[in-house]
């Protein structure tokens, strides 16, 4: 079944209050179309009806008196046959009462007293009154009414289209979004259903995309495209069924725009099919770059990869940009630009048929359908406008939902470029006080010195801003308060990627990309040698762990790593952060999440790591710190006690209940066992 059907059988779930929206559309198009009609008629009637024939008569209640005589416009009166005739003619800017019927119209010329009317080599003389403004005014006195009425009208019938226009506009919006609703309801539905190699093969920004950024362009279909193309229709429709009213051949040579029309949306769709499928996949893939960047920013800041991350992004930048650049220039050669050639061209030929004579004063054509026919050809290119604008949408919702009903078919800071010598890794906070809100500081004057080699641990309660104090050691965070030097030398004097070129970080929960186990460990660094990569795997102690896989080191590596065990990742994560040579290591409760014998491997690729590095553990299993040369015991973000496993414990302050604490708890689980 094709995605055009498709879209449409959804549409039909809501089918009665879209039909009940069209309907108000096509009573609020009528009566918007009714306005050059009402136009027509005040304006041949009731404004340039004071030069139709007047006859006098007696006093009555439609009769204008002038001169102590009464006079009655040739409409309004029976049987006028028996009845004199007189004229009111317009020259310039003034009225001029003529006690006789003219023989024909034409050109008018006043000299003195007497009005010469000129047509087609004939002439004809008239003596003439001239009316004041009061005398003139008295003949249209009696429209005024019939004018205010026909003014009300009017101003009646845009009310009752703005008051449809609004239902029918919150009808089908309030049906879109139930369609999108159940859309997306069932794609989500569906994606429950996959197996979970789908996910292995397809990113999850790109299912987000198809979730979220496709389906709004649907959405776009069934509230914009679908309102603007009935709303066109049926407007073509009305003002075309208006001009063969007006004038028949006219409306003929208008009708030629209809097939144009249809080969103009055959020619567009050919191209911007084409392109619109190419701009979905890569914003697909711009989506799912994004999500894994997102989550791996950490890993891409502390290891410096912005700038190649920023290269890969840049490239699907480029090409999607590109591709948008080739359907602008297919909207603009199609979209207002040829409109305005064809209302030009309309407008030419209408013209052209009245002729520049007949627009003169007795042309055959009244002014007020000249005005109605001019309204309508003007209002018809509206329409074509309309319709033609939409197609990019219309192209982008039907491209959309290919990919959508694809899926439910499924069984900043700059880079610097400047590097640092390696630094020795000597670290000294002074008085540091950091917030991540104003005035709520979750560091407060902390001080301590960590020399080269030295092993720290940092141990407390969740919260007690054990993580704060890495984030302003790796500048994830500017401190606000206080100094932080390395090797003697101000931290905040030094660029991010400078700072962190030299510090490696190892995460409770590591973040694998897209590639191969040797690309996570190298993260395509240049520098790092496939030998580098090789002896890091073995350092760490997991070369017999990842032996085993068929393509060893090159075992491809899906999103997240969702292949590999918690250990194995870990491993990797140890590995990368050893195969870049930090001067400064921080360990994020590294062996919280892994099973005892995968710790027992991790502890001793942690001698390993930690071999002439400082070395910052954060932990809340307070046996894998015992050896620490310095533990800081972190509450409410201050450093509440200091010193090394046996200090504190003599101490017998909150390191000893917290050590009782954890060792109780593994003497009770062991005597349950």
């Not at 999850?204 to 979220?212: C, D, E, F, W």
């Not at 694809?406 to 950091?434: A, H, I």
């Not at 299993?621 to 046996?646: F, M, Y």
Request: proline fraction near 2%.
């Amino acid at each position: 079944m094709s995605v055009s059907k498709r879209l449409f059988q959804y549409a039909l779930t809501f089918k009665k209050s879209i039909l009940v929206a069209l309907a108000l559309l096509t009573v609020a198009v009528a009566a918007e179309l009714t306005g050059p009609f009402i136009a027509k008629k005040m304006i041949d009637t009731h404004i340039l009806g004071v030069e139709f024939p007047w006859y006098e008569t007696a006093e009555s209640e439609n009769a204008v008196q002038l001169h102590k005589r009464f006079f009655i416009r040739e409409d309004r009166i029976e049987n006028h046959e028996l009845l004199k005739e007189v004229r009111i003619l317009q020259v310039s800017r003034d009225y001029y009462f003529i006690d006789e019927p003219i023989s024909f119209d034409g050109k008018r010329e006043l000299s003195e007293d007497q009005l010469r009317i000129t047509n087609q080599g004939e002439e004809a003389i008239y003596p003439v009154v001239k009316l004041s403004s009061q005398e003139a005014f008295a003949f249209f006195k009696p429209e005024v009414p019939k004018l205010i009425l026909l003014m009300l009208l009017y101003f009646g019938l845009i009310c009752i289209a703005s008051v449809l226009h609004y239902g029918q506009k919150y009808l089908l919006q309030t049906s879109a979004n139930k369609i999108i609703q159940k859309m997306r309801l069932d794609v989500f539905a569906h994606i429950q259903k996959l197996p979970v190699s789908y996910f292995d093969r397809l990113p999850a920004g790109k299912i987000v995309s198809r979730v979220t950024n496709d389906t709004e362009a649907i959405r776009d279909l069934y509230v914009t495209v679908l309102a603007t193309f009935f709303t066109s229709i049926i407007y073509m429709a009305g003002i075309y069924i208006a001009l063969f009213l007006l004038d028949a051949k006219l409306a003929l040579i208008c009708l030629i725009l209809v097939p144009i029309l249809v080969v103009w949306i055959k020619f567009y769709r050919v191209y911007a099919s084409k392109y619109n499928h190419r701009i979905r996949s890569v914003l697909s893939e711009i989506n799912g770059m994004i999500n894994e960047s997102i989550q791996g920013m950490r890993i891409i800041q502390a290891f410096g990869r912005e700038k190649k991350s920023n290269e890969e992004f840049n490239k699907l930048n480029k090409e999607h940009f590109t591709y948008q650049s080739k359907l602008l220039k297919l909207n603009s050669l199609t979209s207002h630009n040829l409109v305005g050639v064809f209302r030009n061209l309309a407008f030419v030929a209408l013209i052209w048929y009245f002729g520049g004579a007949s627009l003169g004063v007795g042309t055959v054509i009244s002014l007020g359908v000249l005005y109605a026919f001019v309204d309508y050809l003007n209002r018809l290119f509206q329409p074509i406008s309309q319709l033609v604008n939409q197609l990019a949408q219309l192209e982008q919702a039907r491209v959309a939902g290919e990919r959508v009903f694809e899926l439910l078919d499924e069984t900043g800071v700059d880079v610097s470029d400047k590097t640092l010598p390696r630094y020795k890794g000597n670290v000294r906070f002074e008085n540091v006080s950091f917030a991540y809100t104003e005035n709520d500081h979750v560091l407060k004057n902390i001080s301590f010195e960590a020399m080269q080699g030295d092993t720290v641990a940092l141990v407390g309660h969740t919260g007690s801003g054990k993580s704060s104090i890495m984030n302003v050691l790796f500048r994830f965070y500017d401190h606000s308060i206080g100094k932080i030097t390395i090797d003697g030398i101000d931290i905040l004097n030094i660029s991010k990627q400078e700072l962190r070129e030299h510090m490696g970080i190892v995460l409770q929960d590591p973040f694998l990309f897209t590639g191969t186990i040797a690309s996570n460990i190298s993260l395509n660094d240049p520098r790092i040698t496939r030998e580098q990569v090789e002896k890091a795997i073995r350092d760490v102690g997991a070369d017999k762990l990842f032996d085993r896989l068929e393509k060893g080191l090159d075992e491809p590596v899906i999103e997240k790593g969702s292949t590999l065990s918690a250990g194995e990742r870990q491993l990797i994560s140890f590995a990368r952060a050893l195969a870049f040579n930090p001067a400064i290591l921080i360990l994020d409760e590294a062996t919280a999440s892994v099973d005892t014998e995968t710790e027992a491997i991790i502890q001793d690729a942690l001698e390993v790591l930690k071999q002439g590095r400082t070395t910052f553990i954060i932990a809340h299993r307070l046996s894998t710190i015992k050896n620490a040369d310095q533990i800081l015991v972190l509450d409410g973000g201050r450093i509440i006690e200091k010193g090394n496993h046996n200090q504190l414990m003599q101490l017998k302050g909150k390191y000893y209940q917290m050590y009782q604490l954890q060792i109780g708890k593994k003497i009770e689980n062991a005597k349950v066992v």
